[in-house]
């Protein structure tokens, strides 16, 4: 006798009670397929991006209600969001994909014809020949070394005068900064440690620092699109909404009043502004090396 109160899923044709969203065999959705344009695109996005209405839920915690989402992450309220990281590479995605829009149209600014370009090369290949019939004996190894490393450096140079040469570098630049953006921010959760070290713990200032950074991007994106819209940049106005934004975040997450987030965000954005200085140096001479 059939159970009206039964129906068979059509996955795996299993049964389980009519009124149950999923199948709990297989966990497929116990809905009538509709075959519409958005089922596509929405079937498309979890496929390959695997997200779906976690994506509006967790953006809108992000932008509009600052360090809610991280307090929900740490409470334990995970399902219903983007998780942290995977937010993080998704966001960070699509403002490297913008950036190099940006960088392109800039790098076209100056150019070179090709005659200029190639008596560049052609003065590059050969500054890099070294003659070795004047050098002594004794100190042949410390002068090798030395116009080795003096003749790598002209050619570098040389080459960023050239078209090629600085798509290279941007393209070597961007690789870089990239992975150096998520391999910072261990450490710029530890200078968020260092200054709220009392009833907390690191793990905490990370996931902070991950939702913090994406907002940043977030906020870095817009400007971009609006200076490949408009060609004005609004350097000044950026950084001030980032201060403010910053400040913000701190301010909620850590339950401050409004002067101790102000001098509390100054030390922490002093410090990871000398953190980022060094890092940028480390990336751009990476850079020109491995360009």
């Not at 992000?62 to 307090?71: C, R, S, V, Y």
């Not at 902070?208 to 991007?217: A, E, G, N, P």
């Amino acid at each position: 006798m059939v159970d009206s109160n039964n129906t068979s899923c059509p996955n795996c044709g299993k049964d389980y009670i009519k009124e149950f969203s999923y199948c709990p065999h297989c966990g497929q959705a116990n809905k009538k397929l509709n075959l519409s344009f958005n089922f596509v695109i929405s079937e498309f996005l979890l496929a390959n991006f695997n997200v779906d209405s976690k994506l509006i839920a967790t953006l809108k915690l992000l932008l509009f209600k600052p360090a809610k989402l991280t307090h929900e992450f740490l409470d334990g309220k995970r399902t219903k969001y983007i998780s942290p990281i995977r937010l993080y590479l998704l966001i960070s995605l699509i403002y490297f994909f913008i950036l190099s829009f940006s960088v392109d149209s800039e790098s076209d600014i100056v150019d070179f014809n090709d005659n200029e370009e190639q008596e560049a090369l052609t003065g590059t290949e050969k500054s890099t020949t070294i003659d070795f019939s004047t050098i002594q004996d004794n100190d042949s190894v410390d002068l090798v070394t030395e116009s080795s490393i003096e003749m790598l450096l002209k050619e570098k140079l040389k080459l960023l005068n050239t078209k090629s040469g600085r798509k290279v570098f941007w393209d070597t630049f961007r690789k870089n900064i990239s992975t150096g953006m998520f391999l910072l921010m261990p450490l710029t959760a530890f200078i968020l440690l260092l200054l709220f070290y009392k009833g907390s713990y690191y793990f905490e200032h990370l996931i902070l620092v991950i939702h913090l950074q994406s907002v940043w991007f977030i906020v870095f994106t817009l400007f971009n699109l609006i200076k490949l819209l408009t060609k004005e940049t609004f350097i000044s106005f950026e950084f001030l909404l980032l201060l403010f934004v910053t400040i913000f975040w701190i301010k909620r997450f850590y339950s401050l009043s409004k002067r101790k987030a102000v001098w509390k965000t100054f030390l922490f954005l002093s410090a990871f502004s000398f953190l980022l200085l060094l890092f940028f140096v480390s990336v751009l001479a990476l850079s020109v090396v491995f360009m």
